[in-house]
């Protein structure tokens, strides 16, 4: 009994050997499909574009009534909200306010350099 197993402890003796470079052969296949020319390049998002919308650049008497009825109600006032809800671009809005602010309609929070902040003007305030 012991002969017929014997013959088979060679062969486990040969898988155990190239058991131990069978990892780095593998590493090899895998570097030859990684390495040379024949990797597939990788794809690059093009990123996420935000929808361009179709703002006003003039405002006509509609728009301009709009905007009288609506931006006085809103709590937080900036030429970015106008623009975003009028859909009318940051240059008009910014016309906008400076009129609405000499009507007494909104006033003024914070004045700075890139940003304005406007509320809307109380009647007991004034």
């Known amino acids: 009994s012991l002969e017929s197993s014997q013959p088979a402890m060679p062969p486990k003796a040969a898988q155990g050997k190239t058991g131990k470079n069978d990892a780095a052969a593998k590493a090899q296949a895998a570097g030859k499909k ?6 597939k390049k990788k794809k690059w998002s093009k ?16 728009l301009y009534e709009k905007l009288k009825k609506d931006v006085p ?37 914070s004045k700075h350099a890139s940003q304005t902040l406007y509320t809307r003007a109380l009647a007991g305030a004034e």
């Not at 006032?77 to 975003?84: G, L, Q, R, V, Y």
């Open 73 to 109: 109600n809103y709590k937080l006032i900036t030429p970015s909200i106008i623009s975003e809800r009028m859909r009318c671009n940051v240059t008009m809005a910014r016309r906008a306010i400076k009129d609405l602010e000499l009507k007494g309609m909104i006033r003024c929070i």
């Open 34 to 39: 990684d390495g040379g020319g024949k990797a």
């Open 47 to 62: 990123g996420k574009q935000k929808e361009k919308i179709n703002a006003a650049v003039f405002f006509d008497k509609n």
